[in-house]
């Protein structure tokens, strides 16, 4: 089992930074990517979440959607077992619930946007971006 507890998030401006953290507990080493999705309304809660960002949990390799390249970063901190999702220059399209997820089985980078191959989610946080 591998529990995952997030934190940050909130309101922003339109260019304005926002930071995202999950920290990651129980049987981390079993853990082999750490993935960011999105959902932005609750109509859409049946659909497949939006990927954004994940980072190899060993090795540090990154992979980012072409709607947040350059404008957000995934990194993780190894002192303890959290992974941040630096989100810069964020625009009203972002608004969306965010969750980070974690995969256990190395299917990199094939499946790794694909939210139905991730094991173990986050319980989500509002990130709205608005004037």
């Known amino acids: 089992q591998v529990q995952l507890a997030q934190s940050g998030g909130g309101l922003v401006q339109p260019g304005g930074s926002l930071r995202l953290s999950c920290a990651a507990s129980g049987r981390t080493f079993s853990i082999h990517t750490m993935g960011w999705f999105r959902q932005a309304s609750a109509a859409a809660s049946g659909l497949e979440r939006e990927f954004v960002a994940a980072i190899k949990w060993n090795g540090g390799s990154t992979l980012y959607s072409a709607s947040v390249q350059d404008r957000f970063t995934v990194s993780r901190d190894n002192t303890n077992d959290t992974v941040v999702l630096q989100m810069n220059n964020l625009k009203p399209e972002d608004t969306a619930v965010y969750y980070c997820?974690?995969?256990?089985?190395?299917?990199?980078?094939?499946?790794?946007?694909?939210?139905?191959?991730?094991?173990?989610w986050g319980q989500g946080t509002q990130v709205t971006v608005s004037s």
């Open positions: 997820a974690a995969e256990l089985n190395p299917t990199w980078p094939k499946q790794t946007q694909r939210s139905v191959v991730y094991d173990y």
